[in-house]
């Protein structure tokens, strides 16, 4: 067997790590505006003025003190602020995908481009333009999109004025924005993701040192009406456009126990079930799962769930499940065993893997055991949605650049992913994750490269911009070509 004769490969981005043009076109400030540059081992940060007017900093992710806005301030580094200008280069991105034979481009809307501020009564009319523009060129080239709703760029005003998603009133606003934009782009857009990596929230206790019991309740609290949200949305998407198809978007957090002791299997199926079945099994069956009572219980949360709520969960299902995934981990009991050590890495050190520089480890055998597990648990289409190596490449005086380490990993998950469909699973899609340099979002850096086409800028921003092809961008044309039979 081979890969369905319609799969879509492609690859995706994020407006806010690639779009630029942080205060063009009418867009208003967003979370992700007041985050600085940061390295493997120096944070990102969020600057910001107290309610006393001092200006200060926190570690991307802490809670503000009550009162501080975000500000954006001389003398730092705000990478997000030009990404890499896709607001301006994105005719000359899409003709660079659809060379290399794209038939399907992920890619998100910044919220505050469309509602400034999220609260307006009318959107943006020219932020609803240039996404019309970018579908439009897109189809030109017989580019299905994939658009996410929401990649965690939250306009300054909802977080700061109306307290973010811990706050019930961001349901309502969220559907009128997701309205807006199924009916400005219907027949453009039939794919879409309501929220990026919805089980995030979750995954900042593993990350962020001591982080606060009544935190996670806060947590749980707008994951939920983040599962209303999005059940309303799919809802509405039915509602306008029968053929429209929306899912899920979770980050792919596998792991298995480091020992065959009973007590890390127990631990690593907890783990499973806490970051990231909770928030799958809800949007997927409509319901909270079975072991939802527990963690609530783990944490004394009660969280405000109204009856209406468990109605529109249930009406709003999605059609499809769709996930990132990078690397696993391993789950022990054991204090002593060696840690895992990167970026947004947790749990011990796998010793039959090997290790990116930032510390990820490179396992596509993991890629078909999820791709399995998921399969079996819903019976719904699933779509690879982001997955990739974050490398060092060199830019030859040639303009040339020699990425092996780039095509080996894409090759291992390209077949991994080929065993699957194999093994009965029903894949419709693979996105490749930064398929264009772009910033990174864990550590802000531009060195930190997926991308099969390089883009010209550096961590402190200097750079012309221009896009050079890699060799993974041939190799991924082959890939393509042969709909996944040549990966040599």
């Keep these: 067997m081979a890969f369905p004769k319609d799969f879509m490969w492609g690859g995706a981005t994020a407006a806010n790590q690639c779009e630029g043009a942080w205060n063009v076109g009418g867009k208003g400030m967003t979370v992700t505006d007041a985050s600085t540059a940061g390295t493997l081992t120096e944070p990102r940060y969020t600057t910001y003025v107290t309610k006393e007017g001092e200006k200060k900093k926190a570690v ?4 503000l003190p009550k009162g501080a806005h ?6 730092y580094y705000y990478p997000c602020h030009e990404g890499i200008d896709f607001y301006h280069h994105y005719k000359e991105d899409i003709a660079l995908f659809a060379e290399m034979g ?10 505050a481009r469309i509602f400034p501020k999220g609260i307006e009564d009318e959107p943006n009319q020219e932020g609803i333009e240039f996404y019309r523009n970018v579908f439009k060129e897109l189809k030109k080239y017989d580019i299905e999109p994939l658009v996410t709703i929401y990649h965690y760029d939250l306009p300054v005003y909802l977080e700061e004025d109306l307290g973010g998603w811990g706050n019930r009133e961001l349901i309502d606003l969220y559907e009128k924005y997701a309205r807006v934009l199924f009916n400005e782009y219907k ?40 599962f209303v949200a999005s059940a309303r949305v799919v809802r509405a998407a039915h509602e ?12 792919g957090v596998t792991s298995y126990p480091l020992r065959c002791h009973p007590d890390d299997v127990i631990a690593n199926q907890k783990r499973q079930q806490d970051d990231f079945y909770y928030c799958c099994d809800t949007m997927a069956r409509g319901e909270y799962p079975y072991f939802a009572q527990r963690l609530w219980n783990e944490f004394d949360a009660k969280l405000d769930i109204t009856d209406q709520d468990l109605v529109d969960l249930k009406e709003g299902k999605v059609d499809m499940v769709t996930f990132s995934y990078y690397s696993t981990g391993c789950t022990t009991v054991d204090q002593n065993a060696e840690k895992a050590k990167g970026n947004f890495s947790t749990g011990a050190k796998n010793p039959y893997l090997k290790y990116s520089e930032w510390g990820w480890s490179i396992d596509g055998q993991g890629l078909r055991y999820l791709l399995n597990e998921l399969y ?27 990425d092996p380490y780039r095509i080996a990993y894409t090759k291992e998950h390209v077949l991994a992913m080929k065993d699957a469909v194999n093994d009965g699973v029903n894949l419709l899609a693979y996105t490749y994750w930064g398929c ?19 883009v010209d800028k550096n961590n402190d921003g200097s750079g012309t911009l221009k896009r050079y092809k890699k060799d993974s961008f041939y190799w991924y044309k082959k890939v393509i070509e042969s709909n996944g039979e040549d990966v040599d």
């Design 376 to 402: 079996g648990r819903y019976q719904l289409p699933l779509m690879v949605v982001e997955n990739g190596l974050g490398a060092v490449d060199q830019l030859e005086e040639d303009g040339s650049i020699h």
């Design 240 to 251: 306008i456009d029968p053929d429209m198809k929306v899912g899920t978007m979770v980050a």
């Design 70 to 75: 975000r500000a954006v301030f001389d003398g």
């Design 187 to 226: 027949g453009l857009v039939k794919y879409w993701l309501t929220f990026n990596e919805i089980n995030s929230p979750l995954l900042i206790r593993s990350f962020v040192p001591n982080y606060p019991k009544e935190k996670v309740k806060d947590d749980l609290q707008l994951l939920h009406h983040q």
């Design 102 to 111: 794209f038939k399907i481009f992920r890619m998100s809307i910044s919220w």
């Design 60 to 63: 991307m992710f802490e809670e």
């Design 436 to 454: 264009i340099d772009l910033v990174s979002a864990s550590t802000g850096e531009m060195k930190k490269r997926y991308g099969f086409i390089y």
